[in-house]
């Protein structure tokens, strides 16, 4: 769990994350004859599996999930809140839904506003509205919509470019306008917001005539509709909505794929003597010098935010501990360095879209990297070299939040260099990397 400052010493400023999961709808189109949060996927309904995505690493302070009213599967989906309640080490609060998607969205935003007052809590709020239905999300939507976020947009949505010609047709059956392709997006969850946004949205929504708000179908749309910008980051072909059997099926293909992955040896692997599997192993190494004090720049490290230590310098959030990891796994699957897949800043290579990412996506972005050149990925293991932080207290969480950016065990120690050198300078952090690929 990622650790988050005592409600008694939070400072006027503090900002604050809500997840909002609407997983309150009948599921007509899936035609299954009962809530479509609680259809089973695996041995595991949708809402379990679309909560899977949501963990400490996302730095929540609320999580609401918006409910079927029907009493048996809201008593069977209820269960899933003390799960991620554990895992996320945060409050989680379950409401009933409304008749449509908008209503249900409406009284979950509600509940985070009441919580927020309950609270007394002053900063800005972020809130995320997620879709249960889009139940395979992965983690890295989320981290490019919170990073937008943070960034300053005030509403934020997933989206891929459409693969197919799309055309308006009118009422008689008749093309009316193709669409220009390029400019086209669909459109997924998680979408971000500020709270002040979607409570202005809201009250703007309340004063359209029944017919109009009945056409919003999302609640950027709704922002649209105000007039204010919305921005647009990557989204993933996972975050597909299941809406009908066809997607169900999907779904299950993808989860049985990744399973299969995971069990079988891929062909990646090469023989070694009496036919034996052998293992690849990688060395990874990086290094940031701490910022000029005037840039307040702040510390993450191992996955981790360190508040009240030095930050480091760097073109992304400039974490040794995950970049070494990501080279280790380029390394040990032959595929070059950071470089070769994120850019360089010492070589004037480094991408735009990688300021300010966080070690987490990276290492998540590097894992896929080479399982999809058909590796398993064995161990990492890194060691930091810094006179600060210390870092025994907070070794577990960093492990568990890298574990989950790799998608495998990920070890992670630290030392100094007794005085020597410019980690012993206190000039930078240093850290070195081991990854073993099956
Ligand atoms: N009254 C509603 C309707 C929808 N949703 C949620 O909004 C998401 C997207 O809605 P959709 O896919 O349309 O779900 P259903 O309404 O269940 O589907 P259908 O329209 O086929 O009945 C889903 O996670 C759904 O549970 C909700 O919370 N409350
Ligand atoms: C919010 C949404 O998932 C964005 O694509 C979509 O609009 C929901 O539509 P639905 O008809 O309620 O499934």
Same mark, same amino acid.
């Given at each position: 769990?990622?650790?988050?400052?005592?409600?008694?010493?939070?400072?006027?400023?503090?900002?604050?994350?809500?997840?909002?999961?609407?997983?309150?709808?009948?599921?007509?189109?899936?035609?299954?004859?009962?809530?479509?949060?609680?259809?089973?996927?695996?041995?595991?309904?949708?809402?379990?599996?679309?909560?899977?995505?949501?963990?400490?690493?996302?730095?929540?302070?609320?999580?609401?999930?918006?409910?079927?009213?029907?009493?048996?599967?809201?008593?069977?989906?209820?269960?899933?809140?003390?799960?991620?309640?554990?895992?996320?080490?945060?409050?989680?609060?379950?409401?009933?839904?409304?008749?449509?998607?908008?209503?249900?969205?409406?009284?979950?935003?509600?509940?985070?506003?009441?919580?927020?007052?309950?609270?007394?809590?002053?900063?800005?709020?972020?809130?995320?509205?997620?879709?249960?239905?889009?139940?395979?999300?992965?983690?890295?939507?989320?981290? $490019?919509? +919170?990073? &937008?976020?943070?960034? @300053?947009? *005030?509403?934020? #949505? !997933?989206?891929?470019?459409?693969?197919?010609?799309?055309?308006?047709?009118?009422?008689?059956?008749?093309?009316?306008?193709?669409?220009?392709?390029?400019?086209?997006?669909?459109?997924?969850?998680?979408?971000?917001?500020?709270?002040?946004?979607?409570?202005?949205?809201?009250?703007?929504?309340?004063?359209?005539?029944?017919?109009?708000?009945?056409?919003?179908?999302?609640?950027?749309?709704?922002?649209?509709?105000?007039?204010?910008?919305?921005?647009?980051?990557?989204?993933?072909?996972?975050?597909?909505?299941?809406?009908?059997?066809?997607?169900?099926?999907?779904? $299950?293909? +993808?989860? &049985?794929?990744?399973? @299969?992955? *995971?069990?079988? #040896? !891929?062909?990646?692997?090469?023989?070694?003597?009496?036919?034996?599997?052998?293992?690849?192993?990688?060395?990874?190494?990086?290094?940031?010098?701490?910022?000029?004090?005037?840039?307040?720049?702040?510390?993450?490290?191992?996955?981790?935010?360190?508040?009240?230590?030095?930050?480091?310098?760097?073109?992304?959030?400039?974490?040794?501990?995950?970049?070494?990891?990501?080279?280790?796994?380029?390394?040990?699957?032959?595929?070059?360095?950071?470089?070769?897949?994120?850019?360089?800043?010492?070589?004037?290579?480094?991408?735009?879209?990688?300021?300010?990412?966080?070690?987490?996506? +990276?290492?998540?972005?590097?894992?896929?990297?080479?399982?999809?050149?058909?590796?398993?990925?064995?161990?990492?293991?890194?060691?930091?070299?810094?006179?600060?932080?210390?870092?025994?207290?907070?070794?577990?969480?960093?492990?568990?939040?890298?574990?989950?950016?790799?998608?495998?065990?990920?070890?992670?120690?630290?030392?100094?260099?007794?005085?020597?050198?410019?980690?012993?300078?206190?000039?930078?952090?240093?850290?070195?990397?081991?990854?073993?690929?099956?």
């Amino acid at each position: 769990m990622t650790q988050r400052p005592d409600d008694a010493v939070l400072t006027r400023t503090v900002r604050r994350r809500a997840l909002v999961v609407v997983a309150a709808g009948s599921g007509t189109r899936l035609g299954l004859g009962m809530p479509k949060a609680a259809v089973p996927v695996t041995d595991r309904t949708v809402l379990e599996h679309a909560l899977d995505a949501v963990s400490g690493v996302l730095q929540l302070d609320l999580v609401v999930l918006v409910l079927p009213r029907e009493p048996h599967a809201k008593q069977q989906l209820a269960a899933t809140s003390a799960v991620v309640a554990d895992r996320c080490g945060v409050e989680v609060l379950t409401i009933p839904g409304g008749e449509a998607r908008t209503e249900s969205v409406s009284s979950g935003v509600r509940a985070v506003q009441q919580h927020a007052q309950r609270k007394s809590w002053s900063g800005p709020v972020q809130v995320l509205v997620h879709d249960a239905a889009r139940a395979l999300t992965p983690t890295e939507v989320f981290h $490019r919509v +919170l990073e &937008a976020l943070d960034a @300053g947009a *005030q509403c934020v #949505v !997933p989206a891929l470019p459409v693969t197919d010609t799309i055309k308006r047709v009118d009422a008689s059956a008749q093309v009316a306008q193709t669409l220009p392709r390029k400019q086209l997006r669909a459109v997924q969850t998680p979408q971000g917001f500020t709270l002040k946004l979607l409570e202005r949205a809201f009250s703007h929504i309340d004063k359209l005539p029944e017919e109009e708000a009945a056409d919003l179908t999302d609640e950027a749309m709704m922002v649209e509709n105000l007039g204010e910008k919305v921005a647009v980051v990557e989204g993933h072909p996972h975050a597909l909505k299941i809406t009908t059997s066809l997607d169900l099926l999907t779904v $299950r293909a +993808l989860i &049985a794929e990744t399973e @299969g992955q *995971q069990a079988e #040896v !891929p062909p990646a692997v090469l023989p070694g003597a009496q036919g034996l599997a052998v293992p690849r192993v990688g060395i990874g190494h990086d290094i940031h010098a701490f910022a000029s004090p005037e840039e307040s720049a702040q510390l993450w490290l191992a996955g981790l935010h360190w508040p009240g230590e030095r930050g480091l310098a760097g073109h992304s959030d400039a974490d040794p501990v995950a970049h070494a990891a990501c080279a280790a796994l380029f390394s040990a699957a032959g595929m070059g360095d950071l470089g070769t897949h994120f850019g360089a800043d010492t070589i004037g290579t480094s991408r735009a879209e990688y300021r300010g990412a966080s070690g987490f996506v +990276l290492l998540s972005e590097a894992a896929q990297i080479v399982r999809n050149a058909g590796y398993r990925i064995g161990s990492v293991s890194v060691q930091f070299v810094g006179n600060r932080p210390k870092f025994a207290t907070r070794r577990e969480e960093a492990q568990q939040v890298l574990t989950e950016a790799a998608g495998a065990p990920v070890a992670i120690s630290a030392t100094t260099s007794d005085g020597l050198g410019f980690t012993g300078r206190g000039e930078g952090i240093a850290a070195t990397a081991t990854a073993v690929l099956y």
